[in-house]
Structure formats: structure tokens, C-alpha cells
């Protein structure tokens, strides 16, 4: 298990530093090249090195995010660069440049941040408990179905905000001054879908699909239909993109053909999203209003049913939950085990 562990990080570090002689390309190169399809072309090579880079990982920890950032995230940023938009753009060096294209941050267009000192205290709560979900796993077997799917629920959203949080702070770190924006904002307290998706719930992506997606379709409904519907149809449109993409990431972690089931899930939701927009719009007009104290529990009520019904089964079904758990135990032994091996070799010396 540890040369598995070994070999497995081994190819972790050279799947990254592949990425920099890229980036390297793009920002030297291909930056050069006038925007547009010219610009696309050249950058093509890169885009497809990207998308088999992740499938030299087989662990979940080390290929998830490695496939989220690269094949989701620095393709997209890059897609916009070809056209001269996006965050990738403003880069005024090469550091900037591979950071920005990287890493699932944002520079912030605002010259200043609020940082609350209650936030520090919050995050080593959300540690805490996620610390407290994965001993609880222990046990599963003696638990409901209903309340591991809860533990899913919560693993899932701690994972990926610590994971995102944990990427920012070098950023901060290397490059002082550098204001990201962030990247989750508490969306267990949504009170509407449009809420959830839009304003609370990975930040990082809802930013990406915006300049990717939502705008150019709108861009292009706007011609020929309403504005409401434009808006109906872009929102349609990002949600299918972003189901796809999760497709994607599902298939690099379970290795498994595709059942749609998780792009089923964003389709639902854009068509309740787009609905919940035209609701509230007539609602507005007759001055009616749904208190947060029922809306919120009807948004996360029908994001868990919806997540139970067509998120988790593909990765559930596929053992990527298994092997997601396992990894903990053996990621803590190869660290105790090299942390061992090296106390040792230096009461030797």
C-alpha cells in the first residue's frame, strides 16, 4: 500500500509540473496570437493535454481536485483567454498567469475584502466537523440510510470548500495584496435555488460558467426571443454545461461509462431554478413573499431529496464513496510510516 501511495503521488507531482511548461506556452506563445479561433487553435494541444493528464491518478483526493481544476476550471479560464476574456487576461506575469489558471480563484474586481474575524473561528468549526464526519464513518453500518446520506451531504460541501480554501492561502501567502474572491458563501443558509446556485454555492464555477456559458446564450436568445426567456434559456444552457461537466469528473473518479444520472440532476434543477425565477417574479408584482424561515428549509429539503435521487447513486454505486473513505485511513498510515522512517534515520545519524 505505501509504493502504491508512493507511485501514486509520484505521478501526482509530475501531472503538475506537466502543467507549467504548458501554461508556460500559453502565456509566452500563444498570447501572441491575435484572439479569436487563431488563438483557439493553438491553444488546442494544451486543452486536450489537460484532459488526459487526470487519468494518471487513481486515488479520489489527489485525482478529484487534479481533474476539477484542470479539465473544468483551466480549460474554461483558457477558452476565455483565447478570446481575450477572463481572469487569465489580467495576469501581469507569468506567476499570476499559471496561478490564476491553476487554482479555483478569482481575482477580486473590489479593491478590499472584509475579513471577519468570525470567519477564522467558522472555518476551524467546518474543520472540526468534518474531522467528526469522517470518524463517524466508522460507524455506518449501525446508521440509518437516511443520515449517511446526510454525512455524504455534509462531507461533500466541508471537502470542497476546505479543499478551496486551503488552495487560496499560498496565493495570499506569495502574493500579498492579491484580492480573491471568495469562494463559498455559507449555502446552507440559501433561501431559493436561484440563491443556492447563483450566489452561494461554488462561487468558483458559478464564474466560470458565466463568461462561458450564460452569457454568450443569452447573448444569442436575446435576438429572438423575450428577455425572460433568454435569461430562461442561458440559465437552461449553464446548468446542462455543468452537468456534463460533472458527467466528466464522475467518470475520472469511477472509471465507469456514464448513466446521465448526474446530469439529470443539473437539468432538474435549472428547470426548477428558471420556474422559481418566473414564480418570484409574478410574486413580486403582487407584493407576496415567502419568509426565509419556510423558503430555507425548502430549498435544502429539495436540494437533499433531488441529491439522494440522482447526485450520489453513480458514485455510490461505482464504490467511489468507499474508496473515498478508505483513502483517509491510508493517506494518515503512509505519513505516520514516513514520519517513522525519518525520526528513525535521524536518531541514527
Given amino acids: 500500500m505505501e509504493d502504491s ?10 501531472v503538475w509540473l506537466t502543467t507549467l511548461p504548458c501554461l508556460c506556452y500559453c502565456y509566452y506563445i500563444s498570447s501572441t496570437i491575435p484572439k479569436g479561433f487563431s488563438r483557439l487553435l493553438s491553444l488546442i494541444p494544451i486543452l ?3 484532459i488526459i493528464l487526470p487519468f494518471n491518478l487513481s486515488s479520489f483526493h489527489l485525482g478529484g481536485p487534479t481533474t476539477f481544476f484542470l479539465v473544468w476550471l483551466a480549460t474554461f479560464k483558457l477558452l476565455l483567454f483565447s478570446f481575450n476574456q477572463g481572469p487569465l487576461t489580467q495576469s501581469p506575469n507569468i506567476a499570476h498567469f499559471i496561478t490564476l489558471a491553476t487554482l479555483p480563484i478569482n481575482p477580486n474586481k473590489k479593491n478590499h475584502t472584509t475579513q471577519n474575524p468570525s470567519k ?4 476551524f468549526l467546518k474543520v472540526l466537523a468534518l474531522v467528526m464526519i469522517i470518524r463517524a464513518y466508522d460507524h455506518t453500518p449501525n446508521m440509518h440510510p437516511h443520515l449517511i446520506l446526510v454525512l455524504y451531504c455534509c462531507h461533500m460541501y466541508l471537502g ?5 480554501a486551503l488552495c487560496a492561502v499560498p496565493v495570499r501567502t506569495l502574493f500579498p495584496g492579491f484580492e480573491i474572491e471568495p469562494q463559498f458563501d455559507e449555502p ?25 456559458v450564460y452569457h454568450p446564450v443569452h447573448r444569442i436568445f436575446t435576438n429572438f426571443v423575450c428577455p425572460s ?3 430562461s434559456a442561458a440559465m437552461f444552457a449553464t446548468f446542462l454545461v455543468s452537468g456534463l461537466m460533472h458527467e466528466l469528473i464522475y467518470y475520472y473518479l469511477a472509471r465507469a461509462p456514464p ?5 439529470c440532476f443539473f437539468v432538474l434543477h435549472g428547470v426548477c431554478t428558471a420556474l422559481e425565477v418566473a414564480a418570484k417574479r409574478v410574486a413580486l408584482r403582487r407584493g407576496w413573499r415567502l419568509h426565509r424561515a419556510v423558503s430555507g428549509p425548502l430549498t435544502v429539503a429539495f436540494l437533499a431529496v433531488t441529491a439522494r435521487w440522482l447526485f450520489f447513486p453513480q458514485l455510490v454505486r461505482n464504490g467511489v464513496d468507499r474508496k473515498a473513505i478508505g ?17 528513525y534515520f535521524l536518531n541514527i545519524k
Fill in 229 to 231: 426567456c433568454a435569461t
Fill in 259 to 263: 448513466t446521465w444520472e448526474v446530469t
Fill in 188 to 212: 446552507y443558509l440559501s433561501t431559493s435555488l436561484q440563491d443556492f446556485w447563483g450566489r452561494r454555492w461554488n462561487l468558483t464555477v458559478t464564474r466560470t460558467l458565466r463568461p462561458t
Fill in 120 to 123: 477564522k473561528w467558522l472555518f
Fill in 160 to 164: 470542497i470548500e476546505l479543499v478551496l
Fill in 327 to 343: 483513502e483517509y485511513a491510508i493517506f494518515v498510515n503512509f505519513f505516520k510510516t514516513k514520519a517513522s522512517s525519518h525520526l
Fill in 5 to 14: 501511495m508512493d507511485g501514486e503521488i509520484g505521478r501526482f507531482i509530475k
Fill in 48 to 50: 486536450y493535454l489537460f
